[in-house]
């Protein structure tokens, strides 16, 4: 079946440590996204990427990175330089951009600092 | 600045009944409104969406309702089933980005048997 998959499900990280959040999609779409959601919030994003080899700064991209090497994956990466990393992290695609593509989303990463 | 608002925290209906979910937003250059509906401790499932242009849009149970001058979107369901019980967000798209969904906090929808 067609999909975003994201993995782990739980993950844990000591303080000063990186960690790399996957999230895969066989839906054949061009844009992906990565948002963030606190507790009784909002999604928030946090980067996104149009086409391959190409990603754009969200509203809250500090202290995060993404590589976009692959159609079908956009791995985030949690360094050290975010403070408050403890979060539901959301994956999400789209055929392309704009409100007529709507945004589909995995089952989200839950990331806890040790 | 929250650009969309979902006043209700939440929302208890019988089965059977009609829920009807509100989201309010500021931001008059939005052209899409979309809706989702989450259950813990997964993502979120696109319900329906709504362009600006439209004042309505239906898809089996599901129906939402536009009123631009008022800047509010309803989600109704009709008939309401236990299964519908989760977390609906409202969001919106557009107002110089293609890219962002803008999201309200949500609103929790107990339906009881």
């Known amino acids: 079946d067609g999909g975003i998959t994201q993995s782990p499900k739980y993950l844990f990280r000591k303080e000063g440590q990186n960690v790399t959040l996957s999230c895969e999609q066989n839906?054949?779409?061009?844009?992906m996204y990565w948002y963030r959601q606190d507790p009784g919030q909002g999604l928030r994003l946090i980067y996104y990427?149009?086409?391959?080899?190409?990603?754009q700064k969200g509203d809250i991209a500090e202290g995060y990175s993404v590589s976009r090497e692959k159609k079908e994956s956009f791995p985030l990466t949690v360094t050290s330089a975010q403070k408050n990393p403890t979060a539901f992290y959301l994956c999400a695609s789209s055929v392309g951009l704009g409100g007529n593509q709507p945004q589909h989303f995995g089952d989200g990463t839950r990331l806890s600092i040790l | 600045d929250q650009q969309v608002k979902q006043n209700s925290p939440s929302l208890s209906v019988q089965e059977g009944r009609i829920s009807i979910l509100n989201c309010d937003y500021t931001n008059s250059m939005f052209d899409y409104f979309l809706w989702y509906k989450k259950y813990p401790a997964e993502g979120p499932t696109f319900l329906i969406s709504i362009s600006s242009i439209k004042d309505k849009n239906e898809d089996g149970r599901f129906t939402v309702f536009l009123n631009k001058s008022a800047k509010h979107l309803s989600l109704h369901i009709v008939p309401s089933q236990p299964g519908d019980s989760a977390v609906y967000f409202c969001?919106?798209?557009?107002?110089?980005?293609?890219?962002?969904?803008?999201f309200g906090k949500g609103t929790l929808l107990t339906v009881n048997p």
């Open positions: 969001a919106a798209i557009g107002g110089g980005s293609n890219y962002k969904l803008t």
């Open positions: 990427s149009q086409i391959v080899n190409d990603f």
């Open positions: 839906l054949n779409h061009d844009a």
